[in-house]
């Protein structure tokens, strides 16, 4: 089983910042590819982000590409989601999730655990 924890959500302006967290804890056969997914009010949950278990590999929404930067820390157990240039589109419940395979995948239904997720506002 895997606990995962996010952190770093809340209100920022247009055009700011934001650094999510994900600390992951609990037992796990090798480091886990971990995602970012985000889901606002009425819509479908979507992909966002996803790592490698290495952490070599990195994937991205095209929405999100060039403004946002996923990484890990694998000593720490913590994934984090670097978030630049954000805009009003951006504001969502952001999650994250593990699958127990170091190979990252883009699609929710891959990964079994999941966070209680974090709100980024942003205003415009």
């Known amino acids: 089983q895997v606990q995962l924890v996010e952190s770093g959500g809340g209100l920022v302006q247009a055009g700011g910042s934001l650094r999510l967290s994900c600390a992951a804890s609990g037992r796990t056969a090798s480091p886990s590819a971990m995602g970012w997914f985000r889901q606002a009010p009425g819509k479908e949950r979507e992909f966002v982000a996803a790592?490698?278990?290495?952490?070599?590999?990195?994937y991205y929404a095209d929405s999100v590409k060039g403004r946002f930067t996923i990484s890990r820390d694998n000593a720490k157990n913590t994934v984090y989601l670097q978030m630049n240039s954000l805009n009003a589109e951006d504001s969502s419940v952001y999650s994250c999730a593990a699958r127990p395979r170091a190979v990252a995948r883009q699609t929710a239904y891959e990964y079994n655990y999941w966070g209680q997720g974090t709100q980024v506002t942003v205003s415009s």
């Open positions: 790592i490698s278990g290495s952490g070599t590999f990195t």
